[in-house]
């Protein structure tokens, strides 16, 4: 019986080794991804990338995981652009954030 317990903690431990290690790669994609919408919204505006990517984080955008707070992102950001005078859709926010989730990703796994 005694192993049998030993077994079912050593499951146990593993798989919220495994959450914790997925939480840990999720948020750093997040937070990566929001590196990368920092520095192309400096490049596109001649903002200052640290402080874009500051108030990115300050609003605590790293930790987004749901469609609505993306989406909200988004909005966030397309605003600003437009304050600059750069007007894009919504299909190509979405696009933009998507391939640099897709990049923050392959960076991860290398």
């Keep these: ?9 050593a499951k146990g431990a593993t798989s919220q ?3 914790i290690a997925g939480q ?3 948020f750093w994609v997040r937070v990566r991804r929001n590196r ?3 520095d192309w919204f400096s490049d596109l ?3 200052n990338v640290q402080s874009y ?7 605590d ?16 950001i397309r605003n600003d652009l437009m304050g600059f005078g750069i007007f894009l859709s919504m299909a190509e926010m979405q ?9 923050a990703v392959l960076e991860r796994a290398s």
């Design 1 to 9: 019986m005694s192993d049998l317990l030993h077994t079912v903690d």
């Design 17 to 19: 080794m495994n959450f």
């Design 61 to 76: 955008f790293a930790k987004v995981e749901d469609t609505a707070a993306e989406q909200w992102i988004l909005v966030k």
């Design 53 to 59: 990517l500051k108030l990115l984080l300050d609003a």
């Design 24 to 26: 840990e790669s999720a």
């Design 36 to 38: 990368l919408l920092a």
């Design 45 to 47: 505006t001649d903002e």
């Design 95 to 103: 696009a933009l954030l998507g391939r640099f989730h897709t990049q």
